[in-house]
Each structure stands twice: as C-alpha cells, then as structure tokens.
C-alpha cells in the first residue's frame, strides 16, 4: 500500500498542523494572561491597602516626631531658664567660705572688743 500526497496535500497539511499549533499556543497565552491579569490585580490590591497602611504609620510617625520636637524644645527652655538662675539661686562653695569666713572674722573683732571692755570694766571696778 502506498500513500502517495502530490504537492498541493502536503502544503495543506503543513498548514493544517502548524495552524492548529498556533491556535493551541494562542489559546494558552490567552489563559496564562488571564491567570497573569488576576494574579497582578490581586497583587496591586494588596499593595495598595499595604501602602495605604504604610502611609498611615508615617503620619503617625511624623506627628509623634513633632510632638517629641515641642517636648524637647520645652526642656531645653527650662534648662536655659534653670541656667540663668542657677547664679541667683545658689553660691558656690567658695563664695560662701569666703562669706563665713568675713563673719567669723568679724565676730571675734567683737568679741575681742567685748573681752577689752571686760577688762577694763574689771580694772575701773576694783
């Protein structure tokens, strides 16, 4: 038995089998950009309530930051106001030496005048 094609068969063959090929491949790049589609959607959809969130939590960041920046502008203010009174509030150690010894020294002028006196209270008296 012999299968004999002339020419004219074989060319619509070739055709046949090639086009039933590219309808099979445009078939399954239809359905993986489907697939592709949803997936991507599913994707950005996520994205977008993760960058909604996000943006949210940076709002939240940049008050409690501002919040933070009055906090420690008031300290530092307070700070500087304590600096500026510590001079009025305070002595410093040697300032008050310094000042106890100028009272010690003039209670014993006083009270060497007050031993003079005694004494020459007691000499007049006898």
Do not use: C
Request: glycine content about 6%.
């Amino acid at each position: 038995m012999k299968v004999e094609f002339d020419i004219g068969h074989l060319i619509t063959l070739v055709i046949f089998i090639v086009g039933s090929y590219g309808a099979i491949a445009m078939i399954a790049l239809k359905q993986a950009e489907r697939w592709l589609t949803t997936r991507l959607s599913a994707i950005d959809e996520k994205m977008g309530d993760r960058f909604d969130t996000l943006s949210e939590r940076m709002d939240g960041f940049e008050t409690q930051s501002n919040r933070d920046r009055d906090e420690w502008r008031q300290i530092e203010r307070a700070f500087l106001e304590f600096k500026a009174d510590l001079p009025m509030r305070y002595t410093q150690r040697e300032d008050f030496i310094r000042g106890q010894t100028i009272i010690e020294a003039k209670l014993d002028a006083v009270m060497s005048k007050v031993e003079l006196v005694q004494i020459q209270g007691a000499r007049n008296g006898n």
